[in-house]
């Protein structure tokens, strides 16, 4: 069992209004995540006449992987306006770790499987086919144990 939270979805021009009536400065915005090919819904917050607006909340999991857009990223807002908001520069910095973080985890991807493919590549090991993800990944661990 676990505990379940209930958030309504709603259409963005919705969530963008309530956004506006909370502060008139926000609002609702939306880039494509490429990794995930999905739409990251963003608030972002006007500063000033000539700089670009600042995002203050991307709406994703724990995760990274980007959320269907509901009433929680208002919940999320408004959380964030009860502790005092959150610094601009703090927000990018959390993300831009979020993003070298992915990259990191990607390399290791890669260089795993360079090293596990190289000396196949080279003729010097036979290609096993394992049968599941389960089975593949517990030879790696006997394996890794010799």
């Not at 979805?9 to 494509?32: G, K, P």
């Not at 992915?102 to 390399?107: G, M, S, Y």
């Not at 590549?121 to 030879?139: D, F, N, Q």
Request: overall charge neutral; aromatic content about 4%; proline content about 4%.
């Amino acid at each position: 069992m676990g505990l379940y939270v209930v958030e309504f979805a709603q259409d963005f021009d919705a969530i963008d209004r309530e956004l506006r009536l909370e502060d008139d400065r926000l609002f609702l915005s939306y880039e494509i995540d490429l990794r995930h090919n999905a739409k990251v819904y963003r608030v972002l917050c006007e500063v000033a006449g000539d700089k670009p607006p600042v995002c203050i909340v991307e709406w994703r999991d724990d995760l990274g992987r980007p959320l269907p857009l509901s009433s929680g990223i208002l919940e999320r807002v408004r959380s964030q306006r009860a502790r005092g908001g959150v610094a601009a520069l703090e927000a990018q910095a959390a993300n831009e770790r979020m993003v070298e973080q992915a990259a990191r985890e990607a390399d290791e991807q890669i260089e795993e499987t360079v090293k596990e493919m190289l000396p196949r590549m080279r003729g010097r090991k036979r290609t096993t086919i394992p049968r599941s993800e389960g089975l593949a990944a517990a030879r790696r661990r006997t394996r890794s144990n010799r």
